[in-house]
């Protein structure tokens, strides 16, 4: 399967992988290979068969619905780079 | 007509009422000073896993059973993928491919100058996920401050099909929708706090095409009157660039309430590539059909059903049953009242009238009436039995909302009762009579309106305590009578 430098450049925004400017090319090459290996799955008839979901073949199991965490906001914090006034900070962003 | 057809599809979020989260154990309250409740599963820290909240489970199947839906056997979460400050770990655990509640459908009515009409609105899904935090871009000059406090927050989005074809039709489905979480008891509803949030995907066609005009998606309308505004506002927009031979261009936009308007927030095109995949953290959900069932058993009367029965058991008309019967707290206020009063329509009239006035005017929710439903409905038995009348009444009414108090009570210490001794009437009668001979010739002459000058004068001589309908009597006897 043929991938150009354009979509390795998108999926790397989305991603929010930095790439110097040779980097695209190279990872057109090693992107490639991945999608041959999995293009050989093409070969399988898969028909009747349901998309798995999960390769364990058991159930969720679900949680009664109860407050079993204590506020630790002073020792998360404690970690974070920049807080203020209990708000975690970070550089501005605005849509 | 507009020779254009309106079509409109709606997404709405309501936060489900919970105790704690839908994948960890922190508290799911509104309120709490900043990440007070974010534990380390909504601060997505390395190393922990989500494990998934029963009652979100229920509330989802109770929602999907009171719009007939189909109820998926098995349930699956993926991760939606992108990146903002309040989504710390990069991806918001929602369902893709298999929704826990399925295609279902929502009998709304849309009232109208010439009678209410009734339509059946498809939904095409309903699933779970995580709320994010909140971004905050006042709070420090210059950086973002995050609160991730609702992160976690058990949501269910509500998909509508785009079967709606006005603003109007678009407010009574989400007023339906609004009614049935309540009745449900999954979510507060309250949209001041955005416990229930609404998106609105918009397009425009000439009538009679089939096919679908170019949408567009406005974001977070959390009014009733908002979301009627902003489709207006945006269907004309639409109109204005087709008229003009333009396209419309698909994209979010944002509704501004204080200008009116819908502005462009970002094109769709290039940002929303979210790469769902399963998400491997959380295993498929099995549902069965023994667990829908004891859901089913449960369920409570939802607003349709009890309009019908207000309308047969009280004998109410469509209109009158959908002012009281929607909302389910006005309801209960209603029959406690009925109960009392007797009279359903006299009941109705006073908790859409009097009563609603009141709370809209002291910005109180009907649960929180100043006036007990018991009470109104003594004060309402006393119209009835002609002890006041419904002018005095509602003096009555204003000083229980102010003081407190039984009706009985203050219609005794204020000497209200009602003057229907007809003696004391008729001699009031032929004193006003007799002082107004004018105003009696005229009368006379054929201006009958005059009569309510004569009745006025009564009132005022009397404080307003004659009863109305026996002085009209006497007023016209002597009056048309002669002499």
Partial sequence: MAIDAEQVRRIAHLARIGLAADEADRYIGDLESILTMVERMHAVNTAGVQPLAHPIDVTQRLRPDVVTEADQRESYQSDAPAVANGFYLVPRVVE | MSQWETVIGLEVHVQLATASKIFSGAPNRFGAEPNRQASAVDLGLPGVLPVLNEAVVQMAIRFGLAVDAEIAAVTQFARKNYFYPDLPKGYQISQLDHPIVGRGHLDIIIPGKDGDTAKTVGITRAHLEEDAGKSIHDQVPGLTAVDLNRAGTPLLEIVSEPDMRSAAEAVAYLRELHAIIRDLGISDGNMNEGSMRCDANVSIRPRGEAKLGTRTEIKNLNSFRFLEKAIEFEVERQQEILEAGGRIKQETRLYDSERNETRSMRSKEEAEDYRYFPDPDLLPVTITPAQIEAVRAEMPELPRARRERFMEQHGLSGYDSRMVASDHATAAYFEACVAVA????????????????????????????????????????RIQDDTISSKIAKTVFEIMVKDGGEPDDIIEARGLRQMSDSGELERLVDSVIADNPHQVTQYRAGKTKLLGYFVGQIMKATGGKANPGQLNELLRARLDGGS
């Fill in chain 2, 342 to 381: 007797g009279d359903a329509k006299l009941t109705a009239n006073w908790v859409m009238g009097e009563l609603a006035s009141v709370l809209n005017r002291e910005e109180k929710d009907i649960d929180a009436a100043p006036v007990a439903p018991a009470a109104l409905g003594r004060l309402i038995s």
